[in-house]
Each structure stands twice: as structure tokens, then as C-alpha cells.
């Protein structure tokens, strides 16, 4: 069995590939900290658009 973890923190996109026995065999994070500094701090609309961009890439 293969499988695929998907997580989306308030400010992190990312995707890991586990094999049956617990190995990681991909590990992928995208932080979103250059898109909130700005702001001070997380923009809820912010992090729920750049999920959005960003999930495929994070999953290819």
C-alpha cells in the first residue's frame, strides 16, 4: 500500500508519499511566509487562495 498525505496549515501547503512500511518516499512543503509578511501575520483569504495555486504542484 502507497499513501498519499495531503496537509494545508494556516500558512503551509504540503504532500508526503508513504510506503506500507512507514517509509517516506516523497516529502514536499511550501511555506507561505513571502505572501503573508506583508500583513504582519496570516490572511486567512490569503492562505485559502494560495492553497489553491499551489496543491498541484506540491502533489506532482
Known amino acids: 500500500m502507497i499513501v498519499l498525505g495531503i496537509e ?3 500558512d503551509e501547503t504540503a504532500a508526503a508519499v508513504v510506503n506500507a512500511d ?3 518516499l516523497a ?3 511550501f511555506s507561505q511566509i ?3 509578511t506583508p ?3 496570516v490572511v486567512p483569504e ?3 487562495r494560495a492553497h489553491l495555486e499551489l496543491i498541484d ?3 506532482e
Do not use: L, P
Open 34 to 36: 513571502d505572501e503573508h
Open 39 to 41: 500583513f504582519g501575520g
Open 27 to 29: 516529502n514536499e512543503v
Open 46 to 48: 490569503v492562505a485559502a
Open 22 to 24: 512507514r517509509r517516506i
Open 57 to 59: 504542484g506540491v502533489i
Open 8 to 10: 494545508t496549515s494556516c
